[in-house]
């Protein structure tokens, strides 16, 4: 960057790539902060993901269990991926709930998106909940050694609760969809 530019209160003076591969990219720029004092700021962008729940028929939540290299320890997720370039995200999300787990959705909705720590990482994640389930043949990248976790939905919503899930899309998009699944059954109702 080679001219001034303002990030809402903040006047980036000149920013520089440190980091950069296929997944994220570290930047790091000389600012003038909100109290006029020179700074640094460092950001992490990493390429917007999905995160899918599935819900069968009789309300099982359909999740995953991967070690991850970063927390060095399993994670219990919903269906979790990097959108690809140019790629719609429910499309993604589509791929990702068929590759890792071999589930296909007649009817996938969106529920929102989120950025999962707001202070120096860009790295939205767009969530959607999966109905009307069928089942096919996995088809997991092969670094993804991955475990179905098949619960009723309503412990998983405990799980969240008792921070046995902790992947943060998972558990925004675990609330967001119990709320949803409560207020539409209650719809029906009246």
Same mark, same amino acid.
């Given at each position: ?61 359909? @999740?995953? =269990?991967?070690? #991850?290299?970063?927390? !060095? /320890?399993?994670? $219990?997720?919903?269906? *979790? ?8 995200? @429910?499309? =993604?999300?589509? #791929?990702?709930?068929? !590759? /890792?787990?071999? $589930?296909?959705?007649? *009817? ?8 999962? @720590? ?15 389930? *069928? ?56």
């Amino acid at each position: 960057m080679t001219k001034e530019q303002n990030k809402g209160p903040w006047t980036v003076k000149q920013s520089t790539n440190r980091f950069k591969n296929e997944w994220l990219e570290l930047l790091e720029d000389e600012v003038i902060r909100p109290d006029q004092e020179l700074g640094t700021f460092a950001t992490i962008r990493v390429r917007p993901g999905v995160s899918v729940l599935a819900i069968d028929d009789d309300l099982n939540a359909y @999740l995953t =269990a991967e070690y #991850r290299y970063a927390i !060095e /320890e399993e994670s $219990i997720e919903v269906v *979790s991926g990097a959108i690809e370039v140019d790629e719609p995200p @429910l499309v =993604a999300a589509t #791929r990702e709930l068929r !590759e /890792e787990l071999g $589930i296909v959705s007649e *009817s996938i909705m969106s529920l929102g998106m989120v950025h999962p @720590l707001t202070s120096m990482l860009h790295s939205p994640a767009h969530l959607f909940l999966a109905r009307n389930l *069928s089942f096919v043949q996995a088809s997991p990248e092969s670094v993804e050694l991955i475990r179905l976790v098949k619960v009723p939905f309503a412990k998983a919503v405990s799980m969240v609760m008792d921070s046995e899930i902790k992947h943060a899309p998972s558990c925004v998009l675990i609330l967001k969809a119990d709320q949803y699944l409560k207020v539409t059954s209650e719809e029906l109702k009246s």
